[in-house]
């Protein structure tokens, strides 16, 4: 008699909630762990849907972060207000302006409890408090320029806002924007003692570090891409114990295999055996699943519902952002999809780029070189701009390096006839 039921749609597939059968990986939940400190701020990269929000979920409870969902089109200003907002502030427009010429805000917090202001309320900060000390009503109003980012580090001192501040979907917000919080990053990490967890998809190590060089033994990253076959195993293992089943040996070696090494495919091939096997929650009798069944084809199936997606970015991705007498971003894409797969799993150096875009570019060796590094430069925020989500393509500016960030991408590519791909990108 099995003791709890679970769906199986908790324990496999890829949903909002973390997983039932979250596997540790010492080389990153250790390195994530030791690291939740209040000395340094940590990034946590990796390619998409391969467990970085699920590692601060497991190990950051709700009431010890608050979560900022960046956007597109957010400037630092806006950045900044949304974190504010996140930690319970109100913010109204005044009509009082910043040297630079922008409109400061008046930000109000209201809270119960023994908020830890300071004694007295200088530049524009106005406290008010009611009730006993022990469970009071506390409100602070505070005339704010949301730029400055002295201001906000204040803002938040005067709340003793201590929960970590998780900034989710950091490589969508537009490239400035990064660079500029960069720089607000140094800031809260010398005047106060708030922790920033930044989430990225990205495969650069040190990429806030290169846009701010003196965050450097300010900032720890994490890099949660890395799936080994062990781990891969585990995952399957945890998974089998919840919902009192097997899969068969030859299924579970097939689908890691032929995963790319992404747990997400490996999550959702899983999920399909299930139902195929109509295991759809825990099994009151032990059952066994997947004999019989081509991991491979599964897998095709969970990346070929990606296909309309990837048969978009094609598109969007070789018109660039307008029309041009270069047109860089056609003949750069025309160089990539041209790439053998397991090369392109490594990821591709710009000098190799370099060298593949003038081989099929119209104006050959006489192409500028300043041309190719940007649009390498701009890949990430040209597919942001056409709405590309997540991002499938991103330029390391450390190691020189083009990654795919979208391991079924790959899978999709290998599928695909490359004659047909290009084709589609000649005629954008």
Known sequence: MVEKIYKAEEVYGVGRELPLNYVTRPSVDDVFVSNLTRDKHVVVYGSSKQGKTSLRKHWLNDNENIVVSCLNTMNLSDLHAAILKRCGYRIEQTSSKTVSGAFKVLAEFKGKGKVPFVASAEGGVSLERSGSDEQSTVTARLELDLGDVNDIVAALGEIGHDQYIILEDFHYLPVDTQRNFAFSLKSFHENSSICFVVVGVWREKNRLVYYNGDLAGRVVSVDADEWKPDELQQVISAGEALLNISFAPNFRDDVISNAFDAVYLVQEACLLACAAAGVYQTCQEHTMVGDGVSA?????????????????????FAEGFQKTELDMYKWLLRAVVDVDVADLEKG??????????????????????????QALQNAASL???????????????????LNVVDRSFLIWLAYQEKQDLFAEIEAA
């Not at 491979?296 to 969007?316: C, H, M, P, W």
């Not at 591709?348 to 003038?358: E, I, Q, Y």
């Not at 942001?384 to 390391?396: E, F, G, H, N, T």
Request: proline share 3%; aromatic share 4%; no cysteine.
């Open 296 to 316: 491979k084809d599964l897998i095709e199936e969970v990346v070929q519902s990606q296909a309309g997606r990837y048969t978009a970015f094609i598109q969007n």
């Open 348 to 373: 591709l150096r710009r000098s190799a780029l370099s060298t593949a875009v003038k081989s099929v570019h119209p104006a050959g060796q006489s192409l500028n070189e300043g041309n190719i590094t």
């Open 383 to 401: 597919q942001v701009s056409k709405s590309v989500r997540p991002l499938i393509l991103d330029y390391d500016q450390t190691s020189k390096t």
